[in-house]
């Protein structure tokens, strides 16, 4: 089994888990980074002490290259187009996951890899699937974590099918407190290791405004409302995220949020809360993960940030035109929600839920 070691506490329990359980196991950390950052050169330290501590074989693989074209390039060529760029499910796919199961085949003929993750994969053989209201014969499924404070299920979502039935979460069924206690138990040294950002470059930089400055120029515009009147300056749209209130340096009459960010005319664009909420929105670059792609509408739950709370809305598929003329499998999704949201936010994922099980999600479009 290899174990991916970002050096914090979850993986290295992880590690120490299995090998009490008597898999024959091997870490694996990726260099993403240069520098200072938690996934990077303090990262590796400790990565690095933990397989000894566990007496295991430890592998660094310079994953730099790919960081900085699928995460970082990701990210600014979003943010300077208007959108609020999600990376860390997009790099559980295109760096993490996959790259690591390939890598762990190819020099180490290993075929699973366990991560620190707080969810849980019920896979096709051997268990009794949970109910979905699609089609979910034959799927592996993702659920969430046990811990609904620490779930991360959310950032998996894109994870294919082939990957979901190589993966083991260890940690799914823990609290976060436990994972302390337990780790403590095994005298890891990363027993209190603090927290680590949700963002790695977040931390690597000290904040995300130091990342965005440090790739995109200052780049002054408006901030308007929506009838265009100007109420503000700005020093560059990808400082502001939809729904945001706080910081934009605007004095009116009353609070006004974010509501879309114009990158042709560079403009921030604002309206107070009542006019802020919408009803639904398109979702594009679809992964089903625990059911088939639905051919009929769905009631669901949605969740459209990390730290929200799951909304009901009804899915309906949108067929897509394929190159013969005619209708082929849906590539877009249309959610209306029973209540009017306020913080849709183009770029970031809309997760599809039923109860504990993610069918699947995609990217909210503008």
């Known amino acids: 089994m290899v174990v991916g070691l970002s050096g914090g506490v979850d993986s290295s329990l992880t590690a120490a888990l299995l090998?009490?359980?008597?898999?024959?196991?091997?870490?694996?950390?990726?260099?993403?980074?240069?520098?200072?950052?938690?996934?990077?050169?303090?990262?590796?330290?400790?990565?690095?002490?933990?397989?000894?501590?566990?007496?295991?074989?430890?592998?660094?693989?310079?994953?730099?290259?790919?960081?900085?074209?699928?995460?970082?390039?990701?990210?600014?060529?979003?943010?300077?187009?208007?959108?609020?760029?999600?990376?860390?499910?997009?790099?559980?796919?295109?760096?993490?996951?996959?790259?690591?199961?390939?890598?762990?085949?190819?020099?180490?003929?290993?075929?699973?890899?366990?991560?620190?993750?707080?969810?849980?994969?019920?896979?096709?053989?051997?268990?009794?699937?949970?109910?979905?209201?699609?089609?979910?014969?034959?799927?592996?499924?993702?659920?969430?974590?046990?811990?609904?404070?620490?779930?991360?299920?959310?950032?998996?979502?894109?994870?294919?099918?082939?990957?979901?039935?190589?993966?083991?979460?260890?940690?799914?069924?823990?609290?976060?407190?436990?994972?302390?206690?337990?780790?403590?138990?095994?005298?890891?040294?990363?027993?209190?290791?603090?927290?680590?950002?949700?963002?790695?470059?977040?931390?690597?930089?000290?904040?995300?405004?130091?990342?965005?400055?440090?790739?995109?120029?200052?780049?002054?515009?408006?901030?308007?409302?929506?009838?265009?009147?100007?109420?503000?300056?700005?020093?560059?749209i990808e400082h502001f995220t939809i729904g945001q209130r706080r910081g934009l340096g605007v004095a009116w009459q009353e609070p006004l949020h974010v509501v879309r960010l114009d990158a042709a005319f560079n403009r921030v664009v604002v309206a107070p809360r009542q006019q802020a909420a919408r009803l639904g929105c398109g979702v594009g670059a679809l992964n089903w993960v625990s059911m088939a792609p639905p051919e009929q509408p769905l009631a669901i739950e949605v969740q459209l940030r990390y730290r929200s709370a799951p909304q009901p809305a009804l899915l309906t598929p949108l067929p897509a035109v394929n190159a013969a003329g005619t209708d082929g499998p849906s590539a877009r999704v249309q959610l209306e929600f029973a209540e009017p949201q306020f913080s849709i936010t183009p770029g970031q994922a809309a997760v599809f839920y039923a109860g504990e099980v993610v069918l699947g999600g995609g990217l909210i479009e503008v």
């Open 19 to 236: 090998v009490e359980a008597g898999w024959d196991v091997e870490g694996l950390t990726l260099w993403l980074m240069s520098g200072k950052g938690a996934c990077c050169a303090e990262g590796l330290v400790d990565a690095a002490a933990i397989c000894d501590q566990l007496g295991v074989r430890h592998h660094v693989v310079d994953f730099r290259e790919q960081f900085q074209r699928q995460i970082v390039d990701f990210l600014v060529q979003g943010y300077s187009s208007g959108i609020t760029p999600l990376p860390c499910s997009r790099c559980n796919r295109e760096v993490k996951f996959g790259p690591m199961l390939a890598w762990a085949r190819s020099q180490r003929q290993i075929g699973r890899l366990a991560t620190g993750h707080y969810a849980r994969v019920r896979h096709a053989a051997g268990s009794q699937p949970l109910p979905v209201p699609g089609d979910g014969r034959g799927r592996h499924q993702l659920l969430r974590g046990l811990d609904g404070q620490k779930d991360q299920s959310y950032f998996l979502y894109d994870l294919p099918q082939s990957l979901l039935g190589e993966l083991v979460f260890p940690l799914g069924e823990m609290c976060k407190s436990d994972t302390r206690l337990e780790a403590a138990r095994f005298g890891l040294r990363t027993a209190a290791k603090p927290e680590s950002q949700d963002l790695c470059l977040a931390d690597h930089h000290g904040s995300m405004r130091a990342f965005l400055d440090a790739y995109l120029p200052p780049r002054q515009g408006e901030i308007v409302l929506q009838d265009g009147q100007v109420v503000g300056q700005h020093d560059g």
